[in-house]
């Protein structure tokens, strides 16, 4: 009998505490690094680029150029970015990006890439805007 309540009390206790891990996560317990990029995480970009552009522009040396692309290689909007083509950017060259969940910035060449991180296709080319 008293060990009955004892497996009882042990499965209360483990039903409680998983329901409480999931309710953790939700109220910001996340990783700091997640939850900063998330914070500053936009939906959805821009239809236009323009003013975005100008402000990369002013900001391309602390961004840096990528490694050149060859002229073979094709980078498309609309179309997956070429394998092994296209940069990631370090933490402190993304703080002068804004930031949109589910894509990415990536360099090549002198062109900014904004790539769907999922698919990995091109969703804008910045052609020539670290110049």
């Not at 209360?12 to 939850?35: M, W």
């Not at 909007?77 to 589910?102: E, I, N």
């Amino acid at each position: 009998m008293q060990s009955t309540r004892l497996l009882a009390g042990l499965g209360l206790a483990l039903c409680l505490g998983c329901a409480l891990v999931p309710a953790a996560s939700a109220h910001g317990h996340e990783p700091d690094d997640r939850r900063h990029r998330d914070s500053h995480a936009q939906q959805r970009p821009p239809a236009d680029f323009g003013p975005l552009r100008q402000s990369i522009h002013a900001h391309r040396h602390d961004i840096g150029r990528g490694p050149a692309v060859p002229a073979h290689v094709r980078i498309v909007k609309g179309k997956p970015l070429p394998a092994g083509w296209g940069s990631r950017l370090s933490a402190r060259q993304l703080q002068h990006l804004p930031q949109y969940r589910g894509y990415e910035w990536r360099r090549a060449g002198s062109s900014l890439l904004l790539i769907d991180s999922r698919s990995g296709v091109v969703h804008e080319a910045l052609l020539g805007v670290l110049d």
